[in-house]
Structures are given as C-alpha cells and as structure tokens.
C-alpha cells in the first residue's frame, strides 16, 4: 500500500531527516515527477511530487532521476493519485509477467 508523507522539503527527503512521516522514508530511492522525464518501472516505488510551479533548480540536483506522469501539468493531488495509480498497475503487471516493463 503506498504510503503518502509529508509535507517536508527535498532537503529534509534528500537528508533521510524527514520532520514528519515514517523514519523508512531514508531507505527509499526517490525519483521526481517531472514531464520531461522516462517512463516509470516497477522499480519506480517512491515518486516525489512538487510544488505548484515546478521544483527550483537546487531541487532538481537533489533528485535528478525523474518520471513522466504524462504530457499534461497536472494539480499536485492530481500527480500524486496518477503516481499511485500508475505504480499499481506497474506492480500488477509485474506480478502476472514476472517483470518490471514500463507501461
């Protein structure tokens, strides 16, 4: 089941130091949403999530693996269900296939 934390700042994400959340979020390798991104894997499992105008420049070197959740600027709640919804499907189709293709 996903787990959804925050808010905390990339730095705090990046640091393994979050202010909130579970403390298994430093053993997580995060990648960032970003339209310009590959298509997410079923390894995918922890998919950051920005802020309204995009992430700043510092933000994108803290994480600079990135995902493509579609062509589309999305709503940051919007992003996050597609992420979730995306990641189940990748997980599914791992599990009938025995395999991590993108979708």
Do not use: C, N
């Amino acid at each position: 089941m996903p787990t959804i934390v925050g808010p905390i700042t990339v730095d705090e994400l990046v640091a393994g130091q979050p202010t909130s959340g579970p403390s298994e979020v430093s053993l997580v390798y995060w990648v960032r949403a970003d339209g310009t991104g590959r298509t997410p894997t079923a390894v995918d499992r922890a998919v950051l999530i920005g802020p309204e105008g995009g992430f700043s420049e510092r933000e994108r070197a803290l994480v600079p693996d990135r995902v493509s959740l579609g062509p589309h600027v999305m709503r940051a709640e919007t992003a996050a269900m597609v992420a979730g919804a995306r990641a189940v499907a990748l997980r599914e189709k791992k599990d009938h296939h025995g395999h991590g293709a993108g979708m």
